[in-house]
Every structure is written in C-alpha cells, then in structure tokens.
C-alpha cells in the first residue's frame, strides 16, 4: 500500500511564497503523473498543477495559478513540491497531492491521494 504525505503549508502574507512536498512511501511499483489539487471553504476540490514521468517533464498548470505556482519533481525520492509565489487570499485552501501508482492488482494505475495541508493567505 502506498501512502501520500504532504508537508508545508501555513500561513503567509499575501504576495508572500510557500513551498508545499508531498513524499510517496510504501510498496512503491512505479508512479506516473503527480498531480496537486486544493479545496477552498465551501467550494469543490479543483485541479492545481500535474507533472508526468518522463525523460522529459512536462507540466501543466491551471490558468488561476499559472506564472505564480511551479510543479517540480525529485523522481527518485518519490517526492514532488509546489513553489507558490505571489500567494493571494484566494489561494487559502487545503492542498492535496494525487499520485497515479501502479497497482499490481489490478494491473493498472490507481490514484492515491494524501490527507492535505492547510495553506492560508491573509494579512
């Protein structure tokens, strides 16, 4: 069974930064694509950022976060992070890291998610 725990959050000033890791532990077969997710109060859980495994990383972030978040990836160490810069009050959420693992069960990749960590924006 893999488990997924997030680490980081906080409280920050906005325009102030935070950088957010979730590290993959467990019986670890392979991890594809990782992925960071938030719910705010009161609104559903939506997408952040995904980086997949390859070569070559690619990324891919949602346009509320674009140019402010970075999605990176320590392969090895089963880790990835989220550098958020530029932080505003409409980022205070709850920040969930997703994992595509392989699954030998089944055959297949399955997500695993973590259990979240609170980042809060306020003056």
């Known amino acids: 069974q893999v488990q997924l725990v997030e680490s980081g959050g906080g409280l920050v000033q906005p325009g102030g930064s935070l950088k957010l890791s979730c590290t993959a532990s467990g019986t670890i077969y392979a991890i594809n694509d990782m992925s960071w997710y938030r719910q705010a109060p009161g609104k559903q859980r939506e997408w952040v950022a995904t980086i997949n495994n390859g070569g070559v990383q690619r990324t891919n972030y949602a346009d509320s976060v674009k140019g402010r978040f970075s999605i990176s990836r320590d392969t090895p160490r089963n880790t990835v992070y989220l550098q958020m810069n530029s932080l505003k009050p409409e980022d205070t959420a709850v920040y969930y890291c997703?994992?595509?693992?392989?699954?030998?069960?089944?055959?297949?990749?399955?997500?695993?998610w973590g259990q979240g960590t609170l980042v809060t924006v306020s003056a």
């Open positions: 997703k994992a595509e693992n392989f699954d030998v069960a089944s055959a297949g990749y399955v997500d695993v």
